[in-house]
């Protein structure tokens, strides 16, 4: 029997705007190696590498003497096609992922489906518009992105939590472990998990 097809996502995306090369395996150890010229996003990746134990490879630029907005939406976007990529069909995965995850203060719950429905739910509000020079309604326009290009339908909801790095990193962390969750192979699963036969 021959060894089983790695599950891995290679992008890039050359904009006027960013130059994005994003590699991506699955079934990894939470190796990372990131660069994005955005470091509050270069934190959260790292993050979702490491909780997700995916081994994650970003190198971007982009034209953050504007904002960091273009540059933190085309990386949502090429982390998405990359799952969209490594998972292919969809065969075999458990589907369905939730994470209950809490830091300090804050409690967050991510929860996902990886159905070909891109949908996002998202209520994670923080106190503060910035942190350091990071926009923090970029956190939203980051899942939208990945959700949208991953096929995934996402809902994140804040519990409970008052410091806002905290509950931006609580968010990545539990997305990191709902993916891990919802893409797990499944003993005995051939085709995907959905009555249809096919998502």
């Known amino acids: 029997m021959g060894e089983e097809k790695k599950r891995q996502g290679f992008i890039q995306r050359k904009t006027r705007e960013t130059d994005i090369d994003l590699t991506l395996s699955i079934d990894g150890n939470g190796k990372t190696d990131i660069d994005c010229g955005v470091p509050f996003l270069d ?10 134990f995916f081994d994650l490879v970003v190198k971007g630029s982009g034209d953050t ?3 960091d907005h273009h540059t933190v939406e085309d990386i949502g976007i090429c982390l998405g096609k990359a799952f969209a990529m490594a998972l292919g069909d969809k065969s075999g995965i458990a589907r369905y992922g939730l994470s ?4 300090d203060e804050t409690l967050v719950r991510v929860v996902v489906d990886v159905s070909n429905r891109p949908y996002v739910h998202y209520e994670a509000d923080v106190p503060d518009q910035k942190l350091g020079t990071f926009d ?4 939203l326009e980051f899942m939208r992105a990945f959700a949208q ?7 994140v909801d804040l519990i409970h939590g008052v410091n806002s790095h905290h509950i931006i990193e609580a968010v990545f962390k539990a997305l990191a472990r709902a ?7 499944l003993d005995g699963l051939n085709g995907a998990l959905s009555s249809k036969g096919v998502l």
């Open 43 to 52: 934190h959260m990746l790292v993050l979702f590498g490491v909780h997700g």
């Open 149 to 155: 290009h991953a096929g995934v339908t996402l809902h």
């Open 179 to 185: 993916m891990r969750q919802a893409t797990e192979k």
């Open 136 to 139: 923090t309604a970029l956190a």
């Open 100 to 103: 209950y995850l809490p830091m």
């Open 65 to 67: 003497e504007i904002d």
